[in-house]
């Protein structure tokens, strides 16, 4: 009689059974820890900038605005409503680092899936999650390459790997629909990756096979235009497809003119190809580890094409290849590390599916585990702080944050939190100032935060300063007018701390409170925030500073 435990597989006895516990329980192990890595170093994190636009984009979610008309969505749908769940139910900054740390944990759980079925070891996928895990260990910003990740992945794992049904080719079509949705920029990548893996089967299978490869390329395409057709049909309900048109067709052509300029000019490769030279140069070892991935790739694909009519010919490594290799797209704008983790790293399974091959695959596994872990522990990102751990400086430092209530949860420097106090109850005062009348806020910063911080709405397109061409994408958003009327408006500005003497606001303003900008990284060196009010407002005494009542006289600026 077999045993009822449902860790016994017939033929093999409890040994099996326990080897297969211990497999799970170190995969949940690794996928535990990128979640509870992922949320410490986030608790520690200050950058107001990107954190601050992806906070304001699901507390505006939460909170019932429009997307794309009343939220600048730059890179996906998706992730603004998934990090708005998050919100909803954290209430705080910290809650979105949470819920993408877990869908990144999802997507290296993906890559394993993958791994069981490409390699033949039992013990080489573990070698690939490790692999992956000390590569990139955690979630380091609530980016939405994070978000997009698992869908990628399961989407690439109905595409490539054997027993194919029509089902699970809708489903992965769906899941790379639901990638897109999360990520638009991975679009091109997707799409070519169905069409040439399409190509590709017409030429390995025979005529009679052919029938069935229409069958299920047709349902990967039903399964991602699905979700994509759901999406525009939101939009088109609530007259929002002219608005995502602003931000995800005509934004980056005005970002390629302005920041990437090489986009355009024929050489689109140059930002990966800069980062890969420069790793080689001073011995990064990720660039260089990833750069060889990156060529293995290349060759298999290629030795794939020659051997495209022989029998038995892998078409599971022709097709992670091929996918490997399109979604380096993902980081030719800017080469970061973390749009690499995300997207093309899956070529680590190739590597370890060639390495079996020549029975090595234990040795090499040590060696590259090697290199990772002193990557992991030593590598510094900036000044004083670990590429994903804190420095013990950082953690002596840090104050567990308590006020104001978005920012529960994280630990900074008590002169970030004061000053983020001061900007809150500054705004707040003003708000509820009846000589002020103030309706709308404009930032000139590139500090995100100060949009989850105000009372006001902020009267332009993005959370924070992004220029004069993108604000002319929203003429209806005319804060021009309202600074030439001097009467709803309160304005937040930095000008350099040497020149604040100097400073003259505009026509009909005068400057109502003042905050030296905290020494920190991600803030402006060297700068004095003010805070800029109609003169009607009666709280205007010789340009002195609001002072909260919880602040000490000590930690104050008094003008």
């Given at each position: 009689?077999?045993p009822?435990n449902p860790?016994?597989?017939?033929?093999?006895g409890?040994?099996?059974?326990?080897n297969?516990?211990l497999?799970?329980s170190?995969i949940?192990l690794?996928?535990?820890?990128i979640?509870?890595?992922?949320?410490?170093?986030?608790?520690?994190?200050?950058?107001p900038?990107h954190?601050?636009?992806?906070?304001?984009?699901?507390?505006?979610?939460w909170g019932?605005?429009l997307?794309?008309?009343d939220?600048f969505i730059?890179?996906?749908?998706?992730?603004?409503?998934v990090?708005?769940?998050?919100?909803?139910?954290?209430?705080n900054?910290?809650s979105l680092?949470v819920?993408?740390?877990?869908f990144?944990?999802?997507?290296?759980?993906g890559?394993?899936?993958?791994?069981?079925?490409?390699?033949a070891?039992?013990v080489?996928p573990l070698?690939v999650?490790?692999?992956?895990?000390?590569?990139?260990?955690l979630?380091?910003?609530?980016w939405?390459?994070y978000?997009?990740?698992?869908?990628?992945?399961?989407?690439?794992?109905?595409?490539i790997?054997?027993n194919?049904?029509?089902?699970?080719?809708?489903?992965?079509g769906?899941?790379f629909g639901?990638?897109?949705?999360?990520r638009?920029?991975?679009?091109?990548?997707?799409v070519?990756l169905?069409?040439?893996s399409?190509?590709?089967?017409?030429?390995v299978?025979?005529?009679?096979?052919?029938?069935?490869?229409?069958v299920?390329?047709?349902?990967?395409l039903?399964?991602?235009?699905?979700?994509?057709?759901?999406f525009?049909?939101?939009?088109?309900q609530?007259?929002?497809i002219?608005?995502?048109?602003?931000?995800?067709?005509?934004?980056p052509?005005?970002y390629a003119?302005?920041?990437?300029?090489?986009i355009?000019?024929g050489?689109?490769?140059s930002?990966v190809?800069?980062?890969?030279i420069h790793?080689?140069?001073?011995?990064?070892?990720r660039?260089?580890f990833?750069?060889?991935i990156w060529g293995?790739?290349l060759?298999v694909?290629?030795?794939?094409l020659?051997?495209?009519r022989?029998?038995n010919t892998?078409?599971?490594l022709?097709?992670?290849s091929?996918?490997?290799?399109?979604?380096i797209?993902?980081?030719l704008h800017?080469?970061e590390?973390?749009?690499?983790?995300?997207?093309?790293?899956?070529g680590?399974?190739?590597?370890?599916?060639?390495?079996?091959?020549y029975?090595?695959?234990?040795?090499?596994?040590?060696?590259i585990?090697s290199?990772w872990?002193?990557l992991?522990?030593?590598q510094?990102?900036?000044?004083?702080t670990?590429?994903f751990?804190?420095s013990?400086?950082?953690?002596?430092?840090?104050?567990?944050?308590?006020?104001?209530?978005?920012?529960?949860?994280?630990?900074?420097?008590?002169?970030?939190?004061?000053y983020?106090?001061?900007v809150?109850?500054t705004?707040?005062?003003?708000?509820?100032?009846?000589?002020c009348?103030?309706?709308?806020?404009?930032?000139?910063?590139?500090?995100?935060?100060?949009a989850?911080l105000?009372?006001?709405s902020?009267?332009?397109?993005?959370?924070y300063?992004n220029?004069?061409?993108?604000?002319?994408?929203?003429?209806d958003?005319?804060?021009?007018?309202?600074?030439?009327r001097?009467?709803?408006?309160?304005?937040?500005?930095?000008?350099?701390?040497?020149?604040?003497?100097?400073?003259?606001a505009?026509?009909?303003f005068?400057?109502?409170?003042?905050?030296a900008?905290?020494?920190?990284?991600?803030?402006?060196?060297n700068q004095?925030l003010?805070?800029?009010t109609?003169?009607?407002c009666?709280g205007i005494?010789?340009?002195?500073?609001v002072?909260?009542p919880?602040?000490?006289?000590?930690?104050s600026?008094?003008s």
């Amino acid at each position: 009689m077999t045993p009822s435990n449902p860790a016994y597989h017939k033929g093999n006895g409890c040994a099996l059974g326990q080897n297969e516990i211990l497999r799970r329980s170190y995969i949940a192990l690794i996928l535990i820890a990128i979640i509870s890595l992922s949320v410490a170093q986030g608790a520690y994190t200050l950058d107001p900038h990107h954190w601050g636009l992806m906070l304001s984009n699901a507390k505006d979610f939460w909170g019932g605005k429009l997307p794309y008309k009343d939220i600048f969505i730059q890179y996906g749908f998706l992730t603004t409503l998934v990090q708005a769940v998050g919100f909803g139910i954290g209430k705080n900054l910290l809650s979105l680092i949470v819920l993408t740390s877990i869908f990144y944990a999802v997507g290296i759980w993906g890559v394993y899936l993958i791994s069981v079925k490409v390699l033949a070891s039992k013990v080489a996928p573990l070698y690939v999650i490790t692999g992956l895990f000390l590569f990139h260990p955690l979630a380091i910003y609530p980016w939405s390459n994070y978000i997009a990740f698992p869908f990628l992945v399961l989407g690439l794992y109905a595409l490539i790997v054997p027993n194919s049904s029509p089902l699970k080719f809708l489903l992965g079509g769906i899941s790379f629909g639901l990638a897109v949705l999360s990520r638009e920029g991975l679009a091109p990548a997707i799409v070519l990756l169905i069409l040439l893996s399409f190509i590709y089967d017409l030429n390995v299978t025979g005529r009679e096979a052919r029938q069935d490869s229409l069958v299920l390329y047709g349902s990967m395409l039903a399964g991602l235009v699905l979700p994509l057709g759901i999406f525009f049909a939101y939009l088109y309900q609530h007259h929002l497809i002219s608005y995502w048109v602003l931000l995800s067709i005509d934004l980056p052509k005005i970002y390629a003119q302005e920041s990437f300029q090489y986009i355009g000019n024929g050489f689109i490769l140059s930002a990966v190809f800069q980062a890969v030279i420069h790793g080689w140069r001073h011995g990064e070892i990720r660039w260089i580890f990833i750069s060889i991935i990156w060529g293995l790739n290349l060759a298999v694909f290629i030795v794939s094409l020659f051997q495209i009519r022989v029998k038995n010919t892998n078409a599971i490594l022709a097709k992670l290849s091929l996918a490997t290799l399109l979604l380096i797209s993902g980081s030719l704008h800017l080469a970061e590390i973390f749009r690499i983790a995300t997207a093309s790293s899956v070529g680590i399974v190739t590597l370890y599916a060639l390495l079996e091959k020549y029975k090595r695959v234990a040795f090499y596994f040590f060696v590259i585990s090697s290199l990772w872990m002193t990557l992991t522990l030593g590598q510094n990102r900036w000044t004083g702080t670990n590429y994903f751990l804190p420095s013990s400086m950082v953690i002596n430092q840090a104050v567990l944050v308590q006020d104001p209530n978005i920012f529960q949860g994280s630990r900074w420097n008590f002169e970030v939190i004061e000053y983020y106090q001061f900007v809150q109850f500054t705004l707040a005062k003003l708000h509820t100032d009846p000589s002020c009348k103030l309706l709308y806020q404009k930032n000139e910063t590139r500090d995100s935060f100060f949009a989850v911080l105000t009372p006001f709405s902020q009267l332009q397109i993005s959370p924070y300063e992004n220029g004069q061409t993108v604000n002319q994408l929203r003429p209806d958003l005319d804060f021009e007018s309202e600074i030439q009327r001097a009467a709803s408006i309160v304005i937040l500005t930095m000008v350099p701390r040497i020149q604040f003497g100097n400073f003259k606001a505009p026509a009909g303003f005068a400057i109502y409170a003042h905050h030296a900008v905290p020494e920190e990284w991600q803030m402006p060196e060297n700068q004095e925030l003010l805070i800029l009010t109609p003169q009607s407002c009666s709280g205007i005494q010789n340009v002195k500073r609001v002072i909260p009542p919880y602040l000490t006289e000590p930690k104050s600026r008094i003008s």
